[in-house]
């Protein structure tokens, strides 16, 4: 009960620790355009709610349930840039000789590694926003099924080119 | 195989007619789920007459175009092999070609549907690696043709690989293994009507009912919008079950799926044969649809085996072998279940596929009792609070007594969840046992894992807790409230061995 592994001849605890590494943030940029394409998502639904019921009055009767629930819809978009502006410190990845992590989560925090030996392909997204301030999205595909690939954010183009050859290299050479 | 044979199957060939059966019988299945949707509540509603011809014609109009399309493509449609792949070559406007590489061809499996059987043709389904995996199904050809392809395939892949490893380094079983003759099947499984009784007996009632109940509200909501009525309205009305209303139907709804399940489980799993096949396990089943599902050893990710109250009685598991399946697609046709297995076969699958399980030497861990706790929040005083609100509004007394039940039912299921939610750690393998009447038991190796990730919410964190989920090529298991060190330590170590140990996961 007391220890996880009997019988082996590694020791657990020289093995390499997912705690001592070192993770390298997301692009300062990320944080400033992701709250820029939540907002334009946020004010197109609210404009199109607003606009649907002003020039429509029979749809909703009491003017006091359009403009609460354009003020919640509001509401809703401030709650979550102040989850994306606090859990912005706690997205990170790092690179390590033989897997790669990433963590990320305010309230539930959560880390996924995923070894190279493991990876299908990976794809580089870049967004009509994040284009203009040439950051890109990295995508990790294992044959593990949506919940395990590992998506990072926020990251250089370059930086995001650099890491994908850098992967596929590394998953090659177990071929 | 001869060669005359062989060569039979290089031609490009089309399939056998009932394709095109099978095609227009879907076709009038599918038309008329529709059109059930479409009409009645045309037939009621006041302008039926006028919108019913123009829609009479589109609809024609359609089914006539998809018709002749499907019977064009029918006499487009050609399959063949050559010396490295699978090909199909369709398309009525634009022509299609797909090659599929043998390498790349994970599985095939055959499927025969009753009209299948009286033409003695199969349903032939191709499965390929990868994340942008996607699947061929050639719909009816002949089952002597089916069987020599897979074979083919099958033996070019052998070659392949033999190959492969034959470049790679210097296998000195080569010579030897080519020697080695394909054994025959082994029959360890056949299932006879007094088993399949069984298993339909022991199977879950209660959520068959509540799916039947399910059904039959969302029913209930279709004739809403036809007959203008609110069920739900009624149902408040009437809510009564304290004085008895509600316990004859819901009888009533048990004693339905009781019947309904046996008979699905009987039709699904007629004569069921499960062998061990030279690639690994084989397993075909079905009266009206028959199935035949092909396991390789080497795919097999996880194998899972199941009982329940009733089943420990007949001493029989549910026996679930689940093996890589392509990205995409994951339908319950990849999915080899085999139920009422006896305990060595279930022994015997797992000596088979992974032979280092004997000598594995496991550690017990359990799970925090705070898991227990949290969830009775979620599960026990929401649903709580929630209820006692409707029973202050609506003031029914059925409202009040779900209100205290809730809780209680949650309580128990949790405590159970907990008191038999078990981790074993091996060097090789971990095993997790959980259930809350019933047992499942899951082992699979370490080095097949695609990726390790831990989670801790604002409460764990403060606990030194952590969720660990181990995602593999077939699904992920999620270990609830471990204690982080171990958490940690687990992870590690899962990571060490994929990374170390470097052998193909399928």
């Known amino acids: ?175 | 195989m001869s060669n005359e044979q062989l060569l039979d199957l290089y031609e490009p060939k089309r399939q056998s007619p009932v394709a095109i059966m099978m095609f227009i019988i879907s076709f009038i299945r599918k038309f008329f789920n529709i059109a059930i949707y479409v009409f009645i509540p045309l037939f009621v509603g006041k302008q039926a007459a006028s919108i019913m011809t123009y829609l009479e014609i589109a609809a024609l109009v359609i089914a006539v175009f998809i018709l002749t399309m499907s019977i064009l493509s029918y006499f487009k449609y050609y399959y063949f092999i050559d010396d490295q792949s699978f090909n199909i070559q369709k398309g009525v406007l634009s022509k299609k070609k797909v090659n599929l590489p043998f390498e790349r061809i994970q599985n095939i499996n055959f499927e025969q549907k009753i009209i299948h059987q009286i033409f003695g043709v199969v349903t032939l389904q191709i499965d390929t690696a990868g994340s942008a995996g996607n699947e061929i199904k050639v719909e009816a050809l002949p089952k002597a043709e089916a069987e020599a392809i897979r074979d083919y395939i099958l033996e070019q892949k052998r070659e392949l690989s033999l190959q492969h490893t034959d470049t790679d380094e210097e296998v000195a079983g080569v010579e030897e293994a080519e020697v080695i003759e394909r054994k025959p099947d082994e029959l360890l499984l056949n299932l006879g009507i007094l088993d399949l009784m069984k298993i339909g007996v022991s199977q879950n009632h209660i959520r068959t009912a509540f799916i039947i109940i399910g059904l039959g509200f969302s029913f209930a909501g279709n004739l809403e919008d036809i007959f203008k009525i609110n069920f739900f309205d009624l149902f408040v009305e009437n809510a009564d079950f304290i004085g008895n209303t509600y316990i004859f139907p819901l009888v009533f709804f048990l004693i339905i799926s009781f019947f309904i399940t046996l008979v699905r489980t009987i039709l699904k799993h007629f004569d069921l044969r499960f062998y061990k096949s030279h690639e690994g396990f084989k397993v075909t089943s079905g009266l009206f649809t028959r199935q035949e599902v092909a396991l390789r050893r080497e795919k097999v990710q996880i194998i899972q085996w199941t009982d329940n109250p009733i089943r420990r009685i007949f001493k029989i598991f549910t026996l679930d072998i689940k093996q890589a399946v392509s990205g995409i697609v994951r339908n319950n046709k990849q999915k080899a279940e085999v139920p009422g297995c006896y305990q060595h076969q279930v022994d015997e699958v797992l000596k088979s596929c992974f032979p280092d399980l004997a000598d594995e030497d496991f550690s017990e861990h359990r799970i925090h009792s705070a898991f227990v706790i949290r969830r009775f929040i979620y599960f026990g005083l929401i649903p709580l609070a929630l209820f006692l609100t409707l029973y202050f509004i609506l003031e029914k007394i059925n409202f009040l007594v779900i209100a205290i039940a809730f809780p209680v039912f949650a309580l128990l299921l949790l405590l159970l969840f907990h008191k038999k939610y078990r981790v074993y750690v091996g060097t090789q393998f971990i095993k997790i046992k959980k259930g809350f009447f019933g047992t499942s038991r899951a082992v699979f190796p370490l080095y097949k894992i695609q990726a390790v990730e831990i989670e801790q919410s604002i409460y764990q964190r403060r606990k030194d807790l952590a969720n660990v989920s181990i995602h593999t090529a077939n699904g992920t298991l999620t270990i609830p409230y471990f204690p982080l060190e171990k958490a940690l330590e687990l992870k590690n170590y899962a990571l060490y061995k994929v990374e170390s140990e470097n052998r193909p996961w399928m």
């Open chain 1, 1 to 175: 009960m007391e220890n996880l592994f009997t019988n082996q001849q590694i020791d657990v605890s020289a093995l390499p620790q997912i705690q001592d590494v070192t993770w390298s943030p997301l692009n300062k940029k990320y944080l400033p355009i992701s709250l820029i394409g939540t907002w334009i998502f946020g004010l197109i639904l609210c404009g199109i709610f607003l606009g649907v019921n002003l020039t429509n009055t029979d749809l909703i009767e009491a003017d006091w349930v359009v403009w609460g629930v354009s003020g919640g819809i509001i509401l809703l978009f401030v709650l979550i840039s102040i989850v994306s502006i606090l859990g912005f410190k706690h997205k990170a990845y790092a690179l390590r000789e033989h897997d790669i992590l990433y963590k990320s989560g305010l309230i539930f925090r959560k880390t996924i590694a995923l070894p190279y030996n493991r990876v299908q392909h990976s794809e580089i997204n870049q967004g009509p926003i994040e284009r203009n301030f040439d950051l890109a999205q990295l995508e990790v595909f294992t044959a593990g099924g949506s919940n395990s690939d590992l998506v990072i954010p926020g990251l250089l183009n370059e930086d995001a080119q650099r890491i994908k050859t850098f992967i596929m290299a590394k998953s090659a050479n177990h071929e």
